[in-house]
C-alpha cells in the first residue's frame, strides 16, 4: 500500500466547503483510493473511493490529479454532523486486500 | 438487515485472562476483518479472511488467533490477555467489487486488560 499524508487537523464553517487534501505520491497505477469518516468512537464510515476519474456521490466529491500523486476530498455544504476524523487511504486493488488506515485528518465543523 | 453486530461492546479482562470477540455479518459477504484502535491512533489491521475456512494475518496479529468457519461468523479469540491488548476491535466485512468494495463495520468491542 502507498503511504498517504494528510494535515492532522482542519476547520470549517458550517454551511460552508470542507475540502480535505490527500498526499499519496507512491501509489502505483493500480492502487485505488480510499476516504473513510469516523465519528467519535463509532466504527469507520465508507465515503467514498476511485481510481484515476474524480467520482461523486451524495455524501461528498473525490477529486484526484491527473499524476494521481494526491486527492481532495470535498464535503460541500458541511453540517456539524460532519465533525469526524476523516482517513485517507491508498492501496488495495482487489477485493480481500486489507485497508491500511493512518491517523487521518480531524475536521471540525462550527457554526 | 443489522449488518455487522459485535458482542460484546464491553469487557474488562484481567491479565493471563482469555476471551473471545464475536463479529456476525448477515450480509453474505465473503471478505471479514479484524482491527483495533489504540487511543488516538489510527485502525491496525489484525487478522482478515476472503471466505470461509480462509485467513491470513494483519499488521498485528501476536497474541490473538481467528478462524472462519461459516460465513456469517469471524470470532476473535484472545489468549493470556495483556495490558498491550486493551484497546476498541472492530470488525469489518465487505464484498466484491471495485477495489475492495465497502467495508462496513461494526460498533467496536471495548476492551481493558487490567
Known amino acids: 500500500d502507498a503511504k498517504t499524508t494528510q494535515p492532522p487537523s482542519m476547520d470549517c464553517a458550517e454551511g460552508r466547503a470542507a475540502n480535505l487534501p490527500c498526499n499519496h505520491s507512491?501509489?502505483?497505477?493500480?492502487?485505488?483510493v480510499y476516504w473513510y469518516r469516523q465519528i467519535h468512537s463509532q466504527g469507520p464510515q465508507y465515503i467514498i473511493h476511485?481510481?484515476?476519474n474524480n467520482e461523486t456521490n451524495e455524501m461528498a466529491s473525490l477529486i484526484i490529479t491527473e499524476d494521481r500523486k494526491s486527492s481532495t476530498l470535498i464535503l460541500p455544504h458541511a453540517t456539524l454532523r460532519d465533525t469526524a476524523v476523516y482517513y485517507c487511504?491508498?492501496?488495495?486493488?482487489?477485493?480481500?486486500?486489507?485497508?491500511?488506515f493512518g491517523k487521518g485528518t480531524t475536521l471540525s465543523v462550527s457554526s | 438487515n443489522a449488518g455487522v453486530t459485535q458482542t460484546p461492546k464491553f469487557r474488562i479482562l484481567k491479565i493471563g485472562q482469555s476471551m473471545t470477540l464475536q463479529c456476525t455479518q448477515d450480509?453474505?459477504?465473503?471478505?471479514m476483518y479484524w482491527y483495533r484502535q489504540d487511543p488516538g491512533m489510527g485502525l491496525k489491521l489484525i487478522y482478515y479472511s476472503v471466505g470461509a475456512g480462509i485467513t491470513d494475518k494483519g499488521e498485528v496479529p501476536n497474541g490473538y488467533n481467528v478462524s472462519r468457519s461459516t460465513t456469517e461468523d469471524f470470532p476473535l479469540r484472545l489468549e493470556l490477555a495483556a495490558p498491550s491488548q486493551t484497546s476498541v476491535y472492530f470488525c469489518?466485512?465487505?464484498?466484491?467489487?471495485?477495489?475492495?468494495?465497502?467495508?462496513?463495520f461494526g460498533e467496536g468491542s471495548r476492551l481493558t486488560v487490567l
Open positions: 507512491t501509489i502505483s497505477g493500480n492502487e485505488y
Open positions: 469489518a466485512s465487505s464484498d466484491s467489487g471495485e477495489g475492495v468494495g465497502e467495508l462496513f
Open positions: 487511504i491508498a492501496g488495495a486493488n482487489q477485493a480481500g486486500t486489507a485497508l491500511i
Open positions: 476511485g481510481l484515476k
Open positions: 450480509m453474505n459477504h465473503n471478505y
